[in-house]
């Protein structure tokens, strides 16, 4: 009988013990599935949204351990400003302007000489002297100079107060060239004295110059072509001559005896 319940006692100590291990390795499973599930849980990506520019972050940890950063936006279209249609203005017309430029007349009034000088002006060699400036000008296509009276009568003035006062520009007391006309219509000027088959400005020349020797050569050396050839040579001369807004032109050949100035007063 003893030797019986010893042996029932044993059996369900042994029972125990069986159903105790397997609790055991049911509770340790479950803690490893705890732990696989956590550290799942840990490498698992997170993600973020922004809602203030319409993105998703996604972050996380790759096979091997490299960081992944992913950047998504979201589309949305450009608004743009409706535009703005442009108005042209109307242009504005501009009134008719007047000539700034006063064509001077055939007859004005021209001051005399400062301090007479002897000596003429030879007519036909002053109409020489346009024509050959003109055949320039036809060259330059600035047009041809009409011949007047009145300047030409300056210009005579302006050669004789050249031979005793050859300051450029300036009359024997002192006043500018253009008060030669009271109403101002000489515009400008230039003379020159022949020499050598060329010209020189008269305010250039030296005292030998003013000597009839220096003419000791054939008379066609210092005709009015020559001079005006000579002239065209020289920058100055040539832009005065070569004006397009010039339309008048008078004109001067002034024979002292020992000497000749030829020279150009011109106007619009």
């Known amino acids: ?32 599935a705890a732990d696989e599930a956590a550290g799942a849980a840990e490498n698992a990506p997170t993600m973020a949204s922004d809602d203030t520019n ?3 972050s996604v972050s996380g940890n790759t ?68 024509a050959a400036l003109n055949e320039n000008r036809a060259s330059f296509a600035t047009g041809n100079l009409a011949k007047n009276s009145s300047l030409c009568v300056a210009a005579e003035v302006r050669a004789k107060e050249y031979a005793v006062y050859p300051v450029y520009k300036i009359r024997p007391d002192g006043r500018p060239f253009t008060t030669v006309s009271p ?37 066609d050396t210092y005709s009015p072509k020559v001079i005006v050839e000579g002239l065209m040579e020289i920058r ?19 024979v002292n005896g020992n000497f000749v100035i030829a020279g150009f007063t011109f106007s619009y």
Not at 4 to 17: N, P, V
């Open 236 to 254: 100055e001369a040539r832009n005065i001559m070569m004006h397009p807004e010039y339309t008048q032109v008078g004109a001067v050949w002034f």
């Open 1 to 32: 009988m003893k030797i019986r319940q010893l042996r029932l006692l044993t059996a369900i100590l042994l029972g125990a013990s069986v159903i105790m291990s397997g609790c055991n390795r049911n509770a340790d499973a479950a803690a490893g």
């Open 183 to 219: 109403q101002g219509y000489v515009e400008n000027e230039y003379y020159c004295i022949p020499v050598r088959n060329s010209v020189i400005p008269v305010w250039e020349a030296r005292p030998g110059y003013w000597n009839s020797e220096n003419f000791s050569h054939p008379t």
């Open 54 to 56: 319409n993105t998703i």
């Open 63 to 130: 096979v091997g351990g490299r960081q992944l950063n992913i950047i998504r936006s979201e589309y949305e279209p450009d608004t743009l400003p409706t535009p703005v249609p442009t108005v042209n203005p109307t242009p504005t017309p501009f009134p008719d302007s007047e000539d700034p430029y006063e064509a001077a007349p055939q007859f004005f009034d021209v001051e005399d000489s400062v301090e007479p000088v002897m000596g003429y002006c030879d007519v036909d060699m002053c109409d020489e002297l346009i």
